[in-house]
């Protein structure tokens, strides 16, 4: 059996969006600075003790459940390799303007760096298309990015990065290091590493003093290091952006290491594997475990709870942590 998930978006970010959360979802129209829903959260905003986390029904954190008994809500195998440690968060994504060039660290820089389990990979698959910058069009000297940084020259730092339109169905893996910025009125449901850790190069236009906290409180002489200065190939960006397949796993095996992402057509009866994960619902009506459940909703499937029938006709995002069996 799944459990529902009420929208849950962290008020007054630094970028606007959220309208279309609300029409996703079918509920009141969003604050103009809540462009981010974050499903099944075990993870607060960077700086904060609670806020971000998920709540499941009676009010209870989601988080504190699943370290009482993470066995029974991440799997045996999962739980004996990593605890409660849920290596995953969902979130649905607005972008309301365009979002800064900016860059995640990896797992080793998160740890050494900045006391954090986890750097921040993230893929995502699209709702509403648009345009998306992604990874650097030539080679680029650390002492230019400084530069730029330093100066916050906003055209400047956009223009290192490939333009490169998006339509629904459209999947975008994001490796951590990689500059990016998602252009405005493109809506996704993201998948991520269970952090939110983010090194914004540019912030100008944005409800942030991006000079104080930009830098996740190490400097910018460090900070900068955990971004990938290497120019993306064309063939390279083929593997980074690309049209996802009918059904079955979205992501490249890289990606896998960090999360796994699958698209399921429903016409009729079936079944959803057993495990922990997260359910979008993003077309029609579909039938969880018998439950008419439509476009928006958002379900947690435990481990205990599962194989998952289901029914109905429309499409589901299903995402889950890595595999236990994984090589990291």
């Known amino acids: 059996m799944t459990i529902p998930l009420v929208s849950n978006r962290p ?62 809500w991440l799997g045996v195998e999962h739980a004996f390799r990593w605890g409660s440690d849920i290596r995953l968060l969902v979130k649905l994504l607005d972008a309301g303007q365009r979002l800064p060039v900016h860059a995640h660290p990896d797992d080793h820089f998160a740890l050494q760096q900045l006391g954090h389990e986890h750097g921040k990979a993230e893929a995502w698959y699209i709702l509403e298309g648009g345009t998306v910058h992604v990874g650097l069009r030539r080679a680029v000297l650390r002492s230019e990015l400084d530069d730029l940084v330093a100066r916050q020259d906003a055209d400047a730092l956009l223009a290192l990065l490939h333009p490169i339109v998006v339509v629904p169905g459209d999947v975008v893996w994001v490796p951590p290091g990689e500059l990016h910025a998602i252009g405005e009125g493109v809506f996704l449901v993201e998948v991520q590493q269970p952090e939110d850790l983010s090194i914004l190069l540019e912030w100008r236009d944005f409800a942030i003093d991006g000079a104080a906290s930009g ?31 009918p059904s079955g796993q979205l992501l490249p095996p890289d990606a896998e290491r960090y999360f796994r992402l699958e698209r399921i057509p429903v016409d009729g009866p079936g079944l959803i594997d057993a495990g922990f994960a997260v359910i979008v619902v993003t077309d029609g009506v579909v039938v969880l475990g018998g439950r008419p459940t439509p476009r928006g909703a958002t379900h947690l499937l435990p481990a205990a709870g599962g194989p998952l029938a289901v029914d109905g006709h429309g499409e589901l995002l299903v995402a889950r942590p890595p595999a236990p069996s994984i090589r990291l």
């Open 11 to 72: 008020a007054n970010r630094f970028y606007r969006g959220g309208s279309r959360i609300a029409a996703f979802r079918g509920e009141a129209d969003a604050a103009p600075y809540e462009p981010e829903d974050w499903v099944a959260s075990t993870t607060t905003v960077f700086g904060e003790q609670q806020t971000g986390l998920s709540r499941l029904p009676g009010g209870r954190l989601l988080r504190d459940a699943v370290r009482e008994a993470p066995a029974q």
């Open 215 to 245: 830098h996740l409180g190490i400097g910018f002489d460090r900070a900068l290091a955990a971004v990938n200065l290497r120019p993306r190939t064309p063939v390279e960006l083929r593997e980074l952006v690309f049209s996802a397949a």
